[in-house]
């Protein structure tokens, strides 16, 4: 590997299963040099974890606890209200919203009957977000009642027009999923109670929005019958525009994500099936939250801890209720977590392992972290094309802080000339060069 490159270039092509072609003399032992890449749907990862981990809590959201069990049949009653409200394979519907529980329930729904989740960045500006519906041609979104304003068209209705588009818009109350105790707060005459009350609710919505919750609790779940889609079909669209351009949304199918997800878990063996508990900060809009939490976390059957934006003293009280396990994040988080747990002298000690990616860590940091831990720090490099990651450190001893690691297994990379990239001839060690990538993580 070159000490830097330019843009990234990811040929579709699949990577073949021949162990002999990904000889990995630097790999941890106990890591495979390919992995199984599954030709089967994202909502088979849930119904797998549902199946053998019931009762296990699938998402701690502030506190309120949801199973596994629960987590299966509210995705199926939501797979049964989008079907109902017309969605059909490969259409569009478009999710607007915070890491909350109705993310994911609206996210393993829409896998399931086989329509494609566009995912949007709830804090980006309502031309963006418009735009990007248009683009993309969701005829379905689910938005948190904040963003509701984002999708609809306030000057249509001054002028007696459609407000909503066309779309069919569900709107989500974010205080629903929370603790008893915590909804109950939010309704106190107090000026502080309206003050948290107005970050999460909003005071009025335009005719014929449809309360996603309540929608959802009402449903029957989707008949066991009902076809799923395959392998190869889109499951997400992820957008993504690195530090310069304007979005444009990356189509992930259900192979891409589940192969990154088989390649992120045998990264980490010493992962316990159906005991871990997983921090869950960076946003489900990015990949990297997105198969991480989503994917890899239900696969293993852990816990996310769900928190709607990353605050300090959240993260911490979340923690000490119920202590984290794994933690992926960018450097700011790790850093900032530190600081406050020292602060508040809250102990790390659980947090056996933690993996930086989205910006480079720098190595004191990383030190701090493997120190109040007493685990391992690793980096991932990757982009949103590749679900999302390339490349990471070992997760041991030999892993070097600041490096971009190893290709991950059934991962094919090279560094070669921008103006003719030949992936059959390298650039000299030292020298810059555009990184090609080949594995079935690449985008289709």
Known sequence: MTDSTINAAAPPQQATQDHRHYLRPHYQPGIPAAIEV???PLSELLETAARFYPDRVAIDFLGAAMTYRELLEASERAAQVLRTSGVCRGDRVALIMPNCPQ?????YGALRIGAVVAEHNPLAPAEEIRSQLDAHGARVVIVWEKGV?????????SRAGDVLQGRTVFSVDLSAAMPVRLR??????????????????????????????REVAGAHRIPSRFPYPGGSDVA???HTGGTTGTPKAAMLTHTNLRANANQAIAWVPMLHEGGENFLCLLPFFHAFGL??????????AATQVMLPKFSVDQVLTAHERRPFTFFVGVPVM????????????????TL??????????????????????GGFFVEGYGMTETSPIVAGTPMGPSRRLGALGLPFPSTDVRVVDPEDPDPDREVPDGESGELLVRGPQVFA
């Open 291 to 300: 198969t991480f939490n989503l994917f890899c976390a239900v696969q293993k």
């Open 352 to 373: 056996r392992y933690g993996v930086c990616g989205a910006a480079p860590m720098p190595p004191e940091v990383g030190a701090r972290w493997e120190k109040a831990t």
């Open 334 to 349: 790790f850093e900032r977590i530190l600081d406050g747990a020292q602060k508040r002298g809250t102990s790390l000690g």
């Open 184 to 213: 109950a707060a939010l309704r106190l005459p107090v000026e502080r109670a309206r003050q948290q009350r107005a970050a999460f609710r909003a005071q009025s919505l335009p005719a014929g929005v449809r309360s996603w919750d």
């Open 149 to 157: 304003d984002l999708v609809t068209d306030g000057a249509a209705g």
């Open 103 to 107: 993310h994911a329930v609206a996210l």
């Open 38 to 40: 599954p030709d089967a």
């Open 236 to 238: 997400v669209l992820l």
